[in-house]
């Protein structure tokens, strides 16, 4: 693969920057919309009906202005939410395993963290700055598509107060997002795997790396002091190889199990382009992470212990559990009396927003954020799964 060449930092000429920074100076909201500080300021407790009401103009009034069903908006609200979310994560990443140039701005990269990641692969770092670049773009085409059909667009610039890294390398800019104190459920490398369960019907599935899914685990060097010892800095490496397809296999569940909802065939048409990109980044970043070295180690602040397993041997191991397995496996899929069938799982419809929420939340993404930051986000949940098919 053909890598960027890496140039001097020029915010002015990126085109691919933050639209949540800028674009409420250049689109303002249509008079039928509420501002983004009245929805900001909506009680959490408010029934799904009540925001479908009071955000958005109705059915009658959005379809005839050449606007979006309220159903609709709500979906690509929250999509836009969950990609200005993955965008300020995958900035950080980039900005110290990456490669920073004029498509991606900011940091200037960690050597030994950037080396660290290329022991799982040598494009590590070209894969992660093509990640973040699709993120913005995400980003930014959801909240500029709402905006050109008079829907309010999201905007968490409020929220950019969490510290990020301080490591050499680092921006240093305040985040959406904390990369530090990660909990990772990365059962989705047996379900993946799986020929006779699906999580859709309520099956649950063993941890590949058990411990990741306890305790709290950074993902990046917090300060330049984590990379004193080699064996911890690829410990840190290995989270963060975890930590992308955890994301990314969610991202991957979330736009067909939205689609459903959708009413627009234009809607409908975002929601499953984009969707299949998760896909792309899910299936690259879990074979990469395949190839995680198998190692102890002990974090030297919060003394926590991480062992990354040794993925070909048992418990797993085999045929359906060797690492450069990155095809999903078939399994049942709608009925049990059905021939198995391989696709993404899940994607049952019902809950899946607030489901989105809570998968993020438990991961410790958000920890040390505010709680009109939690108040938001469950609101943009609540609205989506609200949406319904041709209402």
């Not at 301080?166 to 490398?189: E, F, P, V, Y």
Request: with cysteine.
């Amino acid at each position: 693969m053909k890598r960027s060449n890496p140039t001097a930092n020029d915010f002015s000429k990126s085109p691919f920057l933050p639209l949540e920074d800028n674009l409420e100076e250049r689109v303002k909201p249509s008079k039928n919309t509420l501002s983004r500080r009245s929805f900001l300021g909506k009680s959490l407790a408010v029934g799904a009906g009540t925001i479908g009401a009071g955000l958005l103009t109705s059915t009658r009034t959005a379809r005839a202005s050449g606007g979006l069903t309220p159903g609709d908006a709500a979906l690509l609200q929250f999509a836009a939410a969950a990609e200005i979310l993955e965008t300020d994560f995958w900035v950080q990443y980039n900005e110290l395993g990456g490669i920073q140039d004029s498509e991606v701005p900011g940091g200037s990269g960690s050597s030994a963290y950037h080396d660290a990641l290329l022991v799982l692969d040598g494009d590590m770092d070209q894969y992660i700055h093509d990640n973040t670049e699709d993120e913005f773009t995400h980003q930014n085409f959801l909240n500029a598509y709402l905006a050109s059909k008079g829907a309010d667009t999201v905007n968490l610039k409020p929220f950019r107060t969490l510290p990020g890294s301080s490591a050499k390398g680092s921006s240093g800019k305040l985040r959406l997002t904390n990369l530090t104190q990660l909990t990772l459920d990365t059962s989705w490398w047996t379900r993946y795997r799986s020929r006779t369960k699906n999580p859709d019907f309520g099956d649950t599935f063993p941890q590949a790396v058990p411990t990741l899914a306890v305790g709290q685990h950074t993902g990046i060097p917090r300060t330049d002091a984590d990379l004193s010892d080699p064996n911890f800095v690829q410990a840190i490496a290995n989270t963060a190889a975890f930590h992308f397809p955890t994301i990314e296999q969610g991202g991957n569940s979330l736009y067909p199990s939205m689609a459903q909802r959708a009413t627009s065939v234009e809607v409908l048409r975002i929601l499953i382009s984009i969707g299949p990109t998760e896909t792309m980044h899910f299936q690259t970043w879990s074979d990469k992470a395949g190839n995680a070295p198998p190692l102890t180690a002990v974090d030297p602040v919060t003394l926590v212990s991480v062992t990354f397993p040794d993925l070909n041997s048992p418990p797993f191991g085999g045929q359906n559990f060797q690492t450069n397995l990155i095809m999903p496996e078939p399994c049942p899929f709608l009925s049990p009396t059905l021939p198995v069938c391989s696709i993404i799982r899940p994607t049952e419809t019902k809950g899946i927003a607030m489901g989105a929420v809570k998968f993020l939340t438990d991961m410790g993404l958000f920890i040390g954020q505010s709680p009109a930051f939690f108040a938001l986000l469950n609101q943009l949940a609540q609205a989506a799964d609200a949406a319904k098919h041709g209402g």
